[in-house]
């Protein structure tokens, strides 16, 4: 059925579809009308969960952490200075590797106090052990949220699913909404390995020491260096288990693509812009324009940021001229974290093979700034045609 | 009323292996043990990084027999509600849910989470066990630790300012049950967590947990030491069960004495208040008669 609604209403919608147990909320803008909305269908009936209007963002992910462990799906979403407020749990999540998943409304942190747009929010929770999915329009949003709790409890790490405030979460956009029938052969109910128990004890993220250890069963047990070397491997390998995930996903609804790419006119294309979320969209409307001026230039939207897709990357990039990296987040103190990203996935899999591209990067929409259209098109044109001066270049920077 | 428990009727079940990693003398080793023979065997516990953490063992040996989630230390009674919330979802009300913190975990990093728990009502019990300090990492100074002790940062002048008083602050959340305790008295825990395990919301516990090398002590005078603190009308053992206050055990026994121990004999078997002045002592003494004036007058009014 398809239905017009904004991106937070598809959030919402996602998450009262695949049946979470366990919500846990602290209002922050611009992700409140979405945990408004779950805290609707909960009092109204509408969906069988328990809503915890939490003290704080630190507390919203206690509450999840502990859910999860008892064996509840469990869900919740922040913004800006909620997300970096959550810092230290996010990281005990992944290490608990607790399938919990959380969708970040995009929003610029503090300070200054700002509450638009860019992604600097997510992007400085890069290395917590979370896979991060990017979302450019509202179907992709509930679809991800569907996607991501199958992933998560198949590889037992939690989920980020991300969306640029307002220009996704505020504005409205018709999508359809799966039905609940498919959404229940696709996500069948969560059933951990283990779940916090009278009739089990267990004791969970007790001390574990730098070696590894005998217990009382004369077995090895890892030590804290093997526990997160697996996470480290299993977040790799979850790679191969998102594929199978948007598999199965078209199979049963009939709509999916590649797992981690999105490209625009990339076959014959030179150059390429690289970026992530919404921003990738606008693009392709500088891409249609440059197109019929005749340059050959495609835009390519990155689904999955973490676990990084390098190799699906450099093969879509492989032989470019150009890759121009659009970025709302910086790795303060030297660049877009994409295009360092990107430069190592392309130095990885084509250096020495003749067909490593020129990578370029250029930060936009820092706290909100507009992004003109024009704009983009005209970086782009002048990416295409010299080197940039300086790396990175700021957009539309009045100084 | 419940009859009170003796060393003869408490349970033999153990939940605590022996041999655990806490320090020799530990008060909270005795408050811990005789606290989860209370709870039972149907409960979760939650816990906090403290000296409970090293008490429970490593990886991958436990010293508890109950399953223990452990968490960060500022969110022990936010994860409590996670747990019941599922648990909620299950449909199983029969498992109580019971978060034992350190006082540096409640009354400074864990206080905002404990204060939302108890907010929303949530069904736990919520178990401080204070012993006056940061003890786990090395003896610094906590919200509760008291006037003039010295702590490792604290180091000459001691703690210039009054400890905090959290099951206070807890009342003031309309809790259905505020108790303190204190490991010298263990029967007096037990009796209290079984009398309030049925009441609604979240119930608070506060448990004064001597600590041998936290306070400066021979480690075998740990419940002699405890007992002072509540002999010389320091440290009140009481409960509050809907909003009525009332004074419990040994605490209610000083009332009907009329005779207190003097403070100073508390201060001065333990190192850590050396450098309390006589005239410091006599001004705490002070506070104390005239907190148990009160007492008595209102012993007397009833």
């Known amino acids: 059925m398809h239905i017009i609604e904004d991106g937070n209403a598809a959030a919402a919608l996602g998450v009262k579809l695949c049946r979470a147990n366990v919500i846990a909320a602290y209002p922050i803008t611009p992700q409140t009308p979405l945990t408004e909305k779950l805290s609707e269908y909960v009092e109204l009936g509408e969906m069988k969960a328990e809503y915890i209007p939490v003290e704080s963002e630190h507390s919203a992910m206690a509450v999840c952490i502990a859910a999860s462990s008892t064996g509840a799906r469990a869900f919740t979403a922040t913004s800006a200075n909620g997300l970096l407020y959550m810092h230290e749990q996010i990281q005990w999540a992944a290490g608990a590797r607790l399938p919990i998943v959380m969708c970040v409304v995009n929003r610029a942190v503090g300070a200054p106090w700002n509450v638009w747009n860019d992604q600097q929010d997510s992007i400085s929770q890069r290395d917590t052990g979370w896979i991060q999915m990017y979302c450019a329009d509202h179907q992709q949003i509930i679809d991800s949220v569907i996607k991501a709790f199958w992933l998560a409890e198949k590889v037992s790490i939690p989920i980020m699913v991300c969306y640029d405030g307002y220009l996704l979460s505020h504005t409205f956009m018709p999508f359809d909404l799966p039905d609940q029938e498919k959404v229940d052969a696709f996500l069948p109910p969560f059933k951990p390995e283990y779940a916090l128990n009278p009739d089990e004890p267990a004791s969970l993220n007790t001390v574990t020491l730098p070696d590894v250890r005998i217990d009382v069963h004369g077995e090895l047990a890892h030590g804290y260096m093997e526990i997160r070397y697996l996470l480290q491997e299993e977040l790799r390998t979850s790679l191969a288990v998102a594929a199978a995930a948007e ?79 659009f970025e709302k987040a910086l790795s303060y103190g030297y660049e877009g974290a994409l295009a360092s990203d990107l ?39 002048a990416a ?16 | ?76 009674a936010a994860a409590a509600t996670g747990i019941l919330a599922t648990l909620k979802s299950q449909g199983k009300t029969n498992i109580q849910v019971a978060a034992w913190a350190g006082d540096g975990g409640t009354s400074d990093i864990g206080l905002q989470a404990l204060s939302g728990a108890a907010e929303r009502g949530d069904n736990f019990i919520y178990l401080c066990y204070d012993n006056e300090g940061y003890m786990n990492t090395g003896v610094q100074r906590s919200g509760t630790t ?39 008295y263990p029967l007096d825990l037990y009796d209290k967590i ?72 508390y201060f001065r078997a333990q190192s850590r208040f050396k450098i309390l002045t006589d005239e410091q002592i006599a001004d705490i003494q002070n506070q104390i008669d005239a907190k148990w004036a009160a007492y008595y007058k209102k012993d007397e009014q009833q």
């Open chain 1, 247 to 325: 598999k199965r996903f078209a199979e049963i609804f009939g709509r999916g693509g590649d797992p981690y790419i999105e490209p625009y006119r990339c076959d014959d294309a030179d150059y390429v812009a690289v970026g992530l979320g919404s921003l990738t969209y606008q693009l392709r409307v500088s891409v249609d324009a440059l197109r019929k001026e005749d340059i050959k230039v495609g835009v390519m939207g990155i689904r999955f940021y973490r676990p990084f897709p390098d190799e699906a990357i450099a093969n879509a990039l492989k032989g470019k001229k150009g890759v121009i990296v």
């Open chain 1, 384 to 399: 295409t045609q010299s080197r940039i001066a300086k790396e990175p270049t700021w957009i539309g920077l009045k100084l």
């Open chain 1, 343 to 381: 430069k190592s996935a392309l130095y990885e899999h084509l250096a020495g093979t003749g067909h490593l591209p020129l990578v370029q990067n250029f930060i936009a929409g820092i706290g909100g700034r507009e992004i003109r259209t024009d704009d983009l098109t005209q970086t782009l044109r």
């Open chain 2, 194 to 265: 079984i009398r309030c395990k049925d009441m609604p919301g979240a119930k608070y516990f506060h448990i004064h947990i001597p600590c041998p090398p936290g306070w400066g002590y021979d480690p075998r005078y740990g419940i002699k030491v405890g007992r002072l603190a509540v002999e010389t009308g320091y440290y009140d053992l009481y409960e509050i069960v809907n909003g009525e206050f009332k004074l419990t055990a040994a605490s209610e026994k000083l009332v009907e004495k009329r005779k207190l121990v003097p403070v100073r004999e």
């Open chain 2, 146 to 184: 008291p006037l003039g002790a010295i702590t490792a940062n604290t180091p000459f002048k001691g703690k210039l300012q009054q400890k905090k008083d959290v099951p206070a602050i807890m009342a003031a959340h309309h809790l259905s049950y505020v108790a303190t305790c204190s490991a010298a």
């Open chain 2, 1 to 76: 009323m419940q009859a009170k428990t003796t060393i003869l009727s408490l349970p033999t079940e153990e939940f605590v292996h022996p041999g655990t990693r806490a320090c020799t003398g530990c008060g909270l080793a005795i408050a811990y043990r005789v606290g989860l023979k209370a709870l039972g065997k149907n409960t979760i516990l939650v816990v906090p990084p403290s000296c409970l953490t090293v008490l429970q063992g490593l990886f991958p040996v436990a010293s508890t027999k109950l399953p223990c989630l452990n968490v960060t230390f500022a969110s022990t």
